[in-house]
């Protein structure tokens, strides 16, 4: 059942837990993070950048595909397909193509733009039915080949941007995406305190979520957060698993044709399915379907 973020993270933010945002780069991905949710009767968030979309054929082909499996896999907990940091324009892409909710990031133009385009598109984005996540103060590191130095969001920016209307607000805490380096300082949980007071009990997104130890996470879910995105741990799940196949020398195995697509990407395949599960367990979305 496709819907969007809107009443999800509500009733995550009331119930204290978070709902994983998990990216998709394909159909082994999105199998994986569709049943991994089904069997944990949780909701779930699929989600592409604007690369990943460019890579598996454009928006409509992810919309198709991801709508496609919701009703061959036979899924019944609420999925949302949406847009990871999208810019203006693939934001208006993702409406038409039939996503259900957008992320329109705005962090790297000056914070007027970001006012203006963010609330354009909260009206284009409600007009339709779906749900719109905004951020200020961009998340650190590099996503997709855009690379941006961590900030820390200013509370009163935050305020402003959340009376625009939006449904979730991402907010730089010294997150960053990809690998966080050895001598990473942690969250700064005392500014997400703050921003949650600041904005009027608004679903905070934890970007960057591939890393950060579980006591964070789960502190940062008390403090606010209601949506935590991973890319990155998927990532390397898939890569460990498919390179010890390989290691293996099973791809080479022609007796029993370990060569064949099906098997050569299906420990990959499992180990995404794994680390969404473990992933649910942590962010306490177990069995909160049905809402
Ligand atoms: P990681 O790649 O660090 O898990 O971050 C994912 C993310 O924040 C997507 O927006």
């Not at 945002?21 to 999105?30: A, G, K, P």
């Not at 259900?100 to 009206?123: C, P, Q, R, W």
């Not at 409600?126 to 820390?152: C, F, K, M, Q």
């Not at 990809?178 to 007071?197: C, E, F, R, S, T």
């Amino acid at each position: 059942m496709l819907v969007n973020l809107t009443r999800m993270l509500r009733v995550a933010k009331d119930g204290h837990y978070a709902v994983g945002h998990f990216n998709t780069n394909n159909l082994e991905w999105s199998k994986a993070i569709l049943l991994a949710a089904q069997e944990l009767n949780s909701p779930v968030i699929i989600a592409t950048s604007e690369g990943a979309g460019k890579y598996m054929g454009g928006f409509y082909a992810v919309a198709q595909l991801v709508r496609a499996l919701d009703k061959d896999l036979n899924i019944t907990v609420p999925v949302c397909l949406h847009l990871d940091h999208g810019t203006y324009e693939g934001a208006k892409a993702c409406i038409a193509a039939g996503y259900t909710s957008i992320m329109y990031d705005g962090s790297h133009d000056s914070f007027e733009t970001n006012i203006a385009h963010t609330k354009e598109l909260v009206n284009l984005a409600h007009d339709n039915g779906l749900s719109i996540e905004a951020e200020v103060g961009s998340i650190g590191g590099t996503e997709d080949g855009v690379t941006a130095d961590g900030e820390i969001a200013d509370p009163k920016e935050c305020a402003q941007i959340v009376s625009l209307g939006i449904d979730c607000l991402a907010a730089g805490i010294g997150n960053i995406h990809g690998i966080y380096p050895k001598d990473w300082k942690g969250l700064h949980l005392d500014v997400l305190a703050k921003i949650n007071a600041a904005t009027n009990n608004i679903p905070l997104v934890l970007h960057g979520g591939s890393g950060i130890p579980d006591n964070q996470v789960k502190q940062a879910i008390i403090e606010g957060v209601s949506k935590v995105n991973v890319n990155t741990e998927c990532q390397l799940a898939f890569a460990e698993a498919t390179e010890k196949y390989c290691a293996e020398g099973k791809a080479h195995d022609y007796l029993n044709k370990g060569f064949d697509p099906r098997k050569l990407l299906k420990p990959g395949y499992e180990a995404i399915k794994a680390k969404v599960e473990e992933k649910i367990k942590l962010f306490g979305s177990v069995n909160k379907a049905n809402y």
